[in-house]
Structure formats: structure tokens, C-alpha cells
């Protein structure tokens, strides 16, 4: 079975700019989490989509955003970016909500420049 | 505040000791358990879960884990460690916090096996 692959692997934006950053997870799976990794902050849960529909959120500005289509691939976009926005982003999926297993993505280096 | 500390930043150790990594948490409501590992340029596996039962959970690449209630602790041990055990590694909580089932995140510790 095919991992969570996550695209593109990296990204440089300018300050001001938005980025659409893309998951997909692995077959049968409905669940996707969104994480930030930075040096200063560590990991940060940022929401979970399961059916369509956000169901989870983290303490996230309403600049980050997501989405989930009907074949549970999901998008994050950040409008705006800022330099703190520089980090890595990683994608879990899990076959439900809330499911306690999830698997990880390699993740989308971003940075703002 | 819900929160996950992990004691250790570093923990640097020779091959073939045993290593234990320690994790603490806070929180008053039912929770459970999860070490990930983290190689260089690549996302988190899972190594062990604690969701109930036995306090003693065993993981992949011969890790294990204990959880303790009472001092709400969650620490990962290996008796005998290998160059490739050489990652980050982070300990997390799941629960319902402020309303939203999150998964919390320790700040990690960086395990540095040398020859």
C-alpha cells in the first residue's frame, strides 16, 4: 500500500503570497490531520478533516485553512504568508476520525522569504 | 494547560547501552499515549501506543514503554541502542482539549548514538 505522499516536497514563497499545499492519504483512509513544524514551536496540530469536513482544530489564525475532497485528498492554504510561516508542514492520515494510529507524510518545506 | 515535556533535549549514548527517554504529562482528563520518531528529512512514525490496559507497552525496533498514572509519566526505553536508532524522537498526548480531540506534541528529544 502507498504511504501519505505529500506535495510539493518543497516551496519558496514571498512574503505576502499564498500557498496551496496538498496530501494524499493512503488508500481507505478518511481521515487527514494537518501539522506545523518549526525549530522554535515544534510540532502543532493545525485541524482534521474527516468526510469532507472539518472536525478538529488547533490555535491557528484564520490565514490557515483546508479542505477535504470526496477522495479524502486534502489541501491547506495559508494566505498571506509571513516569515514565521517558514516551516515544515506534515499530513497524517488515519482510517477515522480521531483514530489513534495515524501515519505521516515526509512533509512540505516551506519558506517565506 | 494541557502539556507534554519531555526532560531531555539531547541524550547522547554509545552503542549497545540502554537509553531511556522521558516523557512527562499534564492533565486531568483521560488521555492517551504515543512516542513517533523522526528520521532526517522525513515525517513521523509511530513506534508505540498506550490506550489502555497493560502499563507496559512494547513498540517496533525493540523499544518499549511504561506507562505511570500516578506520576504521570510515559518514558521510552531500549536496552541496547544502535548507530540507527540515531533520530529525534517526541512523545504526545491525545484527548479532548478545549473542546477539539488534539494531538499534543513534547518538544522532542534528539537521541545521538555513537560508535
Known amino acids: 500500500k502507498a504511504g501519505v505522499t505529500q506535495t510539493p516536497r518543497y516551496l519558496i514563497k514571498t512574503r505576502g503570497q499564498q500557498v496551496t499545499l496538498s496530501c494524499s492519504p493512503i488508500?481507505?483512509?478518511?481521515?487527514v490531520s494537518w501539522y506545523q513544524q518549526t525549530p522554535g514551536q515544534g510540532l502543532q496540530f493545525l485541524f482534521e478533516y474527516f468526510s469532507e469536513t472539518q472536525r478538529n482544530k488547533g490555535n491557528f489564525p484564520g490565514r490557515f485553512s483546508g479542505r477535504q475532497f470526496s477522495n479524502s485528498r486534502s489541501e491547506m492554504n495559508v494566505s498571506t504568508l509571513e516569515l514565521g510561516d517558514s516551516a515544515l508542514y506534515l499530513c497524517?492520515?488515519?482510517?477515522?476520525?480521531?483514530?489513534?494510529?495515524?501515519?505521516f507524510g515526509p512533509g512540505t518545506r516551506l519558506t517565506v522569504t | 494547560a494541557q502539556s507534554v515535556t519531555q526532560l531531555d533535549s539531547q541524550v547522547p549514548v554509545f552503542e549497545e547501552a540502554p537509553v531511556e527517554l522521558r516523557c512527562n504529562y499534564s492533565?486531568?482528563?483521560?488521555?492517551?499515549l504515543f512516542w513517533y520518531v523522526q528520521y532526517p528529512n522525513q515525517g513521523l512514525q509511530l513506534l508505540l501506543k498506550y490506550l489502555s490496559g497493560s502499563t507496559l507497552v512494547k513498540g517496533i525496533n525493540g523499544f518499549e514503554a511504561e506507562f505511570n498514572k500516578s506520576q504521570t509519566s510515559f518514558h521510552l526505553r531500549k536496552p541496547s541502542v544502535h548507530i540507527s536508532d540515531t533520530a529525534e524522537y517526541f512523545c504526545?498526548?491525545?484527548?479532548?482539549?478545549?473542546?477539539?480531540?488534539?494531538?499534543?506534541f513534547g518538544a522532542g528529544t534528539r537521541l545521538a548514538v555513537h560508535p
Open positions: 504526545a498526548v491525545r484527548g479532548l482539549f478545549g473542546g477539539y480531540n488534539k494531538l499534543i
Open positions: 497524517a492520515s488515519s482510517l477515522g476520525l480521531s483514530d489513534y494510529e495515524q501515519y
Open positions: 488508500s481507505g483512509h478518511r481521515s
Open positions: 492533565s486531568s482528563v483521560s488521555v492517551y
